[in-house]
């Protein structure tokens, strides 16, 4: 099994920066890709941005040339970059991950973890 720990939320102004982590520990095979989403109150939950073990990328239209993934796989670690904040970035972020657990399978079981909040105000 898996377990996902973020790191790295909290409060700024907007047009400020966060830098979010998330670290992937476990008994598994190996992490196909991770990935961020978020969710505001009163809405659904929301992919931000996710990135395969391989490094290919996808970003919702809403964050995209502000927010930046990276993946460290050699630390089952994936980073979110955020800058130039607005308001309406403030949300729940979510880590994701999409897990290989067993060498004998190809399934692929999806890990979730506590959400961090970032809050972007003035």
């Known amino acids: 099994q898996v377990q996902l720990v973020e790191s790295g939320g909290g409060l700024v102004q907007p047009g400020g920066s966060l830098r979010l982590s998330c670290a992937a520990s476990?008994?598994?095979?190996?992490?196909?890709?991770m990935g961020w989403y978020r969710q505001a109150p009163g809405k659904e939950r929301e992919l931000v941005v996710s990135?395969?073990?391989?490094?290919?990328?996808e970003y919702s239209d809403s964050v995209k040339g502000r927010f930046t993934i990276s993946n460290d796989n050699a630390k089952n670690t994936v980073y979110l970059q955020m800058n130039s904040l607005k308001p309406e970035d403030t949300a729940v972020y979510f880590c994701?991950?999409?897990?290989?657990?067993?060498?004998?399978?190809?399934?692929?079981?999806?890990?979730w973890g506590q959400g961090t909040q970032v809050t972007v105000s003035s």
């Open positions: 994701n991950a999409k897990v290989r657990l067993r060498i004998f399978s190809l399934a692929e079981n999806d890990f």
């Open positions: 990135i395969t073990s391989g490094g290919g990328t």
């Open positions: 476990g008994s598994f095979h190996s992490i196909n890709a």
